[in-house]
Each structure stands twice: as C-alpha cells, then as structure tokens.
C-alpha cells in the first residue's frame, strides 16, 4: 500500500512529464539545424537544473538523521555547529545519482555545499557499512571545507582529503587485508582505501599530527612499496601480502 508520500512524489512526477510535454520546444523550418539543437540542448539543460533543484530542496528521502547525535562530535573538535548540517539518507539510486551528479551507484555518500549530506542507503547495504560511519567520514568534509577554505579545499590532493576523511571515520571501506592484497588496482574504492593508507603511514610512521596534515607540503621519499610494507606490518601482520 502506497503511502501519502509515495502519492505525493507519484503526482509530482506525473506533473513534471505533462509540463515537459507542453513545453518542449519543437523543431522550426525558420532555423537551422544547429539552433534547433541548440534549443532543445538549452531547454534540456534547463530541466535538468530545475529537477536538481527540486530533488535537492525536496529530496524523498528514507531518514533524516539529527547530525548533533554523532560521535563524531565527542571525538573531534570542530569548527562549525552541528545544528547546521541535514543529514538525509536515500533509498533511491536514481534519486542519489542525480544529487551526487555522478554514475557511480556505489558511492556511499556526498557532502554538498549547502552543508547537506545524502547517504546511500542501496550502497551502505550492500557493502554492509554503518551509516553512521558514513556520516563521520562526511561531516569531516564539513570540516576541512571550514577549515581549509573553498579554494584551499578545492586545490588540496583528492588522497589527502579522502584520505583522512576515512582515517577520522575509523576505517577504510574495504578490509586491511584485501586492499593491501589489491594495491595499484585501478577502483573508485581500492582508490579511497590507498588514500587511508598514505595518511595512516603519515601519522603512525612518521608521526605527523593530523592537524598538521593539510599545513605541510606532504612528499613521499618512500617508495609505495614502503608504504604498502609498514601498514600491514600495524594492520595486516599474520598476512604475506
């Protein structure tokens, strides 16, 4: 049985197709080949930032969490306030696919700028993550946005910023052993797991404080080899890796 919510969303969908269908422009003899494209280019550009915007304000969304109730806040000292930020988590691919803006459907979530969080319900399950471990690693975004800047955040290294997310969220999303196994695999998530590992070896071997981590020009003299070797020695000892 449908919900109010459900009927609501149906209707709203059905509202969108009937004004697209009226609205869209249809080809003239007066003009070109290529303004007629253009057009219909504009007109679906157009749509597709009116059904962003739509989804972002409207988002159905499966749970709101109160970001206040994280533990991430018992265990970081952080500098924005935690009644500023909607956590909201989706069970919709397609609806998380366009608010990511991205095609990958095993993203687990995403911080926007608008300091909203959208976590992926399908994702979480299937990787059998926690949310709230998802949350940690978003609301740390927060705060390196806060404490870094737009532009500074922007032009920071994309293993730097991941990286240490995952660090704060207490692990990486695939397991010691296996990511160690799968080193220089070219995957989104073998990606993230590398980018932990780098900043694990940075604080636990060469005993950089994390709050160093972004004030330092960071160069690896050591081979990834090195790297690879020293943290499964710390979390992978009784493998041969």
């Not at 979530?109 to 969080?117: D, E, K, L, P, Y």
């Not at 399950?125 to 922007?154: A, C, D, P, Y």
Request: some cysteine.
């Amino acid at each position: 049985m449908m919900t109010v919510e459900d009927l609501n969303w149906l209707k709203l969908k059905k509202a969108c197709v009937y004004v697209l269908i009226t609205i869209f422009p249809l080809p003239s003899r007066g003009k070109s080949i290529f303004n007629n494209l253009r057009s219909i280019l504009e007109f679906l550009f157009s749509v597709f930032i009116i059904v962003y915007c739509l989804l972002f304000i409207f988002t159905p969304y499966s749970v709101s969490l109160d970001a206040c109730e994280s533990e991430y806040f018992s265990e970081r000292s952080v500098r924005f306030k935690c009644e500023d930020v909607d956590v909201k988590v989706i069970d919709s691919i397609f609806v998380f696919s366009i608010l990511s803006l991205s095609s990958n459907v095993d993203m687990l979530g995403i911080n926007t700028f608008f300091n909203t969080i959208f976590i992926n319900e399908k994702s979480a399950n299937k990787f059998n993550q926690k949310v709230s471990t998802i949350l940690k690693h978003e609301l740390e975004h927060t705060n390196q946005r806060v404490e870094l800047g737009f532009i500074n955040f922007f032009m920071a290294p994309k293993w730097l910023i991941e990286g240490s997310a995952d660090y704060i969220r207490g692990k990486p999303t695939i397991g010691f052993c296996a990511g160690l196994a799968s080193w220089g695999n070219d995957s989104s998530k073998q990606f993230y797991f590398e980018s932990w590992a780098k900043v694990a070896y940075l604080l636990q071997v060469q005993d950089v404080s994390y709050d160093d981590l972004f004030k330092k020009d960071l160069h690896f003299t050591e081979s990834e080899d090195v790297i690879k070797a020293k943290i499964a020695e710390i979390y992978c000892p009784a493998e041969k890796i």
